[in-house]
């Protein structure tokens, strides 16, 4: 019977195309969860407040702020928590794995979907992390002797590599798909100006294996396609491990929101006050090419991207769109949600101050 049902969906998977197959997995949590009336299922529920963080690990909720962290289970049971004294919290989460961070602390946290993988206390203040495939992320600190340092660990908070950078400012970094290279968004001078790079290093060197410039500080970055990603203030850039460069210029509009998580492309919120606000979504690839765009006349709280889906989070309703901006879901009356998780199934966490529901389209 077991071997019969995994042919089943093989069979679903390959006939059907990988829309149905997503389809074919909500269905299956779909009839395992209780729902309300919108076909959301209220399956969190935690102490938050406004400036609490969110991630989905798995179908894990990870609820961060800097009095504690929280991790509920896909049942909705705590599975982790622990209190905190903390500033400004930040996480960064990717495959199932996430990191929990006081920005300039040496504090983190290094969670998966079952809960605490390791409590880290790193060697400097932390500016920024970032977590990749696989469970290997990148943390950008500031460390006694250097203007920033970059270390990179695997999965079970192990180092791999550590760079020492004496004469640019790192602002960020991300590792690669592949787990081989590292980039780092640099700031440096030239002639008195800034100049702003993305430096890349093989995770066996410390000299620089490439270097890709860029226009603009870097605001968020990670991997497209394959790419490194970085979201300036000016365009999205899309860098390969030798240097080579393709972006998508934001035509003098200003970002507003990106999401970075989609498979094989990049969204993006672009508001250009020149033509009196308004407001487009784009979708690009990682050649810098626009696959799609829409203008967009509701205010936007919240925009993700995950598998070939896109979430926005409007005012009164939650979208979830594909790559070619086409309607796959409308959820109406969301006034509770403060942030939006999508999932690549299709499926979304919708996560507001004190409890969270999963969106089962």
Known sequence: MVAAAVLAVVAAFVLLGRSAFDGLRRSLAYMQAEKDESGCAKLYQYSGDGTSCYADLDGSLLVASGQEITLLDDKGNTVYHTPLQAGQVAVTAEDGCAAVYEIGGKSLYLLDRKGLVKEMTLEGEIFAAEMGRGGRFAVTLKKTGYKTTVSVYNGKGEPLYDFNSAQSYLLTAAVSENGKYMAAAAMSQDNGSFVSSLQIYKLTSE?????????????????????????????????????????????GASLSRCGLGADKFAAVLLENYASGGQTHLAIVNAAGEEISSMAVDSEVLDLSAAGRYVAVLYTSSLVIYDRNLRQCAVLEDVNFARRVLMRSDGSAVLAGTNFASLYLP
Do not use: I, N, P
């Open 207 to 251: 000299t620089m294996a490439a270097e890709g410039t860029l226009e603009g500080g870097v605001y968020e970055m990670g991997t497209v396609g394959g790419r490194f990603c970085a979201a300036t203030d000016k365009a999205l850039y899309f860098v390969k491990a030798d240097g080579t460069v393709t972006s998508y210029d934001y035509q």
